[in-house]
T-cell receptor, first 110, second 115 residues
Framework: AQSVTQPDIHITVSEGASLELRCNYS??????LFWYVQSPGQGLQLLLK??????LVQGIKGFEAEFKRSQSSFNLRKPSVHWSDAAEYFC????????FGAGTRLAVHP | NAGVMQNPRHLVRRRGQEARLRCSPM?????VYWYRQLPEEGLKFMVY????????ESGMPKERFSAEFPKEGPSILRIQQVVRGDSAAYFC?????????????FGPGTRLTVT
């Protein structure tokens, strides 16, 4: 069965530090993968997506993610975190029926 | 270009009442999806609709839940005889349905509280 796993429930980083959020997927074929961000009480905003082509994907707000088929991973990265990045981040995959991971809640210390 | 609109944003119902959640997709989008987010959990797919058709309802509970997307007007998610376990955030998303463009745009959600 298709599934997405986000191993880290909570992550805390200092402002200005680098960030990597982990995501592992289980799909039979080449998946459509994505990362969304959700601020408290808000809807979801798409950060970036991968369907095919270059495995390093650039997104909004300075985020990037790398698709690694050999590791079944699609980790999200940002070189320098800002306080406004504090939110919940969801990795997922699918086409019409999107499957989401459980989310990683990011806290940013000043 | 207005995004996906959902109303109401907050809805309180007593056990046994009916809840109706509305979703207006982005302009030009004819595909609508509903997801449920329980507290401290990720989003779970419920149903996928196109105009006047249910395409995939594999995530819908077998009883009390129904969804429609009529030719005119918003998509409606209806929950009959609500129970406390229905308390959640319900998100609607829409997409263009164009080939190889699977991006779904999400609305702000309706937060349902059952008392």
């Amino acid at each position: 069965a298709q599934s997405v796993t986000q191993p880290d429930i909570h992550i805390t980083v200092s402002e200005g530090a680098s960030l990597e959020l982990r995501c592992n997927y289980s799909y039979g074929a080449t998946p459509y993968l994505f990362w969304y961000v959700q601020s408290p009480g808000q809807g979801l905003q798409l950060l970036l997506k991968y369907f095919s082509g270059d495995t390093l994907v650039q997104g909004i707000k300075g985020f990037e993610a790398e698709f690694k088929r050999s590791q079944s991973s699609f980790n999200l990265r940002k070189p320098s975190v800002h306080w406004s990045d504090a939110a919940e981040y969801f990795c997922g995959g699918g086409y019409n029926k999107l499957i989401f991971g459980a989310g990683t809640r990011l806290a940013v210390h000043p | 270009n207005a995004g996906v609109m959902q109303n109401p944003r907050h809805l309180v119902r007593r056990r046994g009442q009916e809840a109706r959640l509305r979703c207006s997709p982005m302009k030009g989008h004819s595909h609508v999806y509903w997801y449920r987010q329980l507290p401290e959990e990720g989003l779970k797919f419920m149903v996928y609709l196109q105009k006047e058709n249910i395409i995939d309802e594999s995530g819908m509970p077998k009883e009390r839940f129904s969804a429609e997307f009529p030719k005119e007007g918003p998509s409606i998610l209806r929950i009959q005889q609500v129970v406390r376990g229905d308390s959640a955030a319900y998100f609607c998303a829409s997409s263009s349905g164009l080939a190889e463009n699977y991006e779904q745009y999400f609305g702000p959600g309706t937060r349902l509280t059952v008392t």
